[in-house]
């Protein structure tokens, strides 16, 4: 077993391209997080839709991950990531502030809205692997979790300033107008984005190879590798079982619990209270428990929280889902800053998008899925119905992990010692004649 300390990160505060990265993030995800509170507004309130159609409208949102998400990562490869990063945030931009107009003019219907989640989904896939491979660019391997806990933790600030702005902005403008904060937290990304001055190389491009072959180098790197197979499995059940609760808690919040727009966005500030606070803890319980550790330890001990979701009730009761809400967000953002600081050091820089693109079609790919369910289900047996099923579904995201080789783990291997363990591997199972060692450092399969 690797017993090796965890080195502790230098500052941050000196690298300014971070800054400017880590600014945009925090104007962009302020803006999603309104829009999070205002968009599945906009539809049950102001468009009247049934359960199964705020579900779709979650599905489209993710769609994009299925629809593109493996082939993004190969393309990325081949190009520069900042100008993708800028791109897409102006063509979020311009697809989220044509629902104000639309909304003033009285033409808005649920058809635009699945196309504007569409639009933004397909960018946003671009924008986020395109995102974990530039981090890479701008610091070193060392800080990374610094960089990447850093990051979670402006996510986590958005996640309970965002809906409390939301939802004052909805019950003080209406849905539609209240969505120009996103609009304008894309373009300010955008503008702090183009002030990066990473030297960030062209990718030379590799002589016969097809787009095909390089998407199928990306899914085996992944597959190939225990670790980032494990965790892909674990992921994508949380993703599967959190698409459902994002599909039904809007409708459930208004026509079960009979919550106004101000008191959600109070609720989901409030439990995001959890995620800035894993974020914040990630770092030390990285180093205190092991990176290895804290990525199962983190779901085993927070996600039978879950089950609280549908026993939550009106009034006071509606405490419960934000108490819920928040143990889980903690659980998710530590993590999350363990696991994705682990895939950008292990992974060769050229395989940087195909890796981040697998990992991303394998683990989004199941909230389309989720989505329709949790609506489907929602229709049939009722929106507490929908979240059963979502908070038994959260009991079983640690299982992958405890099965795998983490589970007697307390570091990650590096690229290189993953490499360095390659051929000792080999002699033993030379040696065993078909009984292969158990390795708590269990090699990549390179692809």
């Not at 190969?74 to 945030?89: E, Q």
């Not at 397909?122 to 530039?134: G, I, P, Y």
């Not at 966005?265 to 550790?293: E, F, H, I, N, P």
């Not at 292990?346 to 989004?364: D, K, Q, S």
């Amino acid at each position: 077993m690797n017993e090796k300390p965890h080195p502790r990160p230098s500052r941050l505060s000196g690298h300014r391209d971070f800054r400017l990265l880590l600014t945009g993030a925090a104007a962009a995800q302020t803006g999603s997080q309104v829009t999070l509170v205002a968009l599945p507004l906009v539809a049950v309130v102001v468009l009247d839709a049934t359960p199964f159609e705020v579900g779709l409208l979650t599905a489209a949102e993710t769609a994009a991950f299925l629809l593109v998400g493996l082939p993004a990562g190969a393309w990325l490869d081949r190009m520069r990531k900042l100008p993708v990063l800028i791109r897409a945030d102006v063509v979020r931009c311009l697809a989220v502030a044509s629902i104000p107009p639309a909304a003033a003019f009285g033409v808005l219907t649920m058809p635009q809205l699945y196309l504007v989640a569409l639009v933004t989904g397909v960018a946003t896939v671009f924008f986020d692997v395109a995102h974990q491979s530039f981090l890479p660019a701008v610091l070193p391997r060392e800080q990374l979790v610094a960089g990447n806990g850093a990051l979670e933790t402006v996510r986590s600030s958005a996640q309970i300033a965002g809906p409390g702005l939301g939802g004052g902005l909805v019950q003080l403008l209406g849905a539609p107008l209240a969505i120009v904060a996103d609009a304008c937290g894309y373009l300010a990304s955008a503008l702090l984005l183009t002030r990066i001055r990473v030297d960030e190389p062209k990718p030379e491009p590799v002589p016969g190879s097809s787009l095909r072959a390089e998407v199928a180098e990306g899914v085996r790197f992944v597959l190939g590798h225990p670790l980032l197979r494990a965790i892909a499995t674990a992921t994508a059940t949380s993703n599967l079982f959190s698409a459902v609760l994002m599909a039904v808690q809007t409708v459930f919040w208004v026509r079960v619990l009979d919550l106004s727009p101000g008191a959600i966005g109070a609720l989901l500030s409030a439990s995001a209270v959890g995620g800035l606070a894993g974020a914040l803890c990630a770092g030390k319980l990285s180093r205190w428990v092991g990176q290895a550790r804290l990525i199962w330890l983190a779901t085993v001990v927070t996600a039978p929280f879950a089950l609280l979701w549908p026993l939550s009730g009106g009034g006071a009761g509606a405490l419960l889902f934000g108490l819920a809400s928040g143990v889980v967000l903690f659980g998710a953002v530590a993590y999350n800053v363990a696991q994705v600081s682990f895939r950008q050091s292990v992974c060769p820089p050229e395989l940087l998008g195909r890796m981040n693109a697998t990992m991303r079609f394998l683990v989004w790919g199941t909230m389309p899925i989720g989505a329709l369910g949790g609506g489907l289900v929602a229709d049939w047996a009722g929106p507490r119905a929908a979240l059963w099923v979502c908070a038994v579904g959260f009991l079983l995201v640690p299982v992958p992990l405890l099965l795998s080789p983490l589970r007697g783990m307390r570091e990650l291997p590096t690229a290189a010692e993953a490499r360095a363990e390659e051929p000792r591997a080999d002699e033993d199972r030379a040696e065993d004649a078909g009984h292969p060692a158990a390795s708590p450092t269990a090699s990549p399969t390179a692809p």
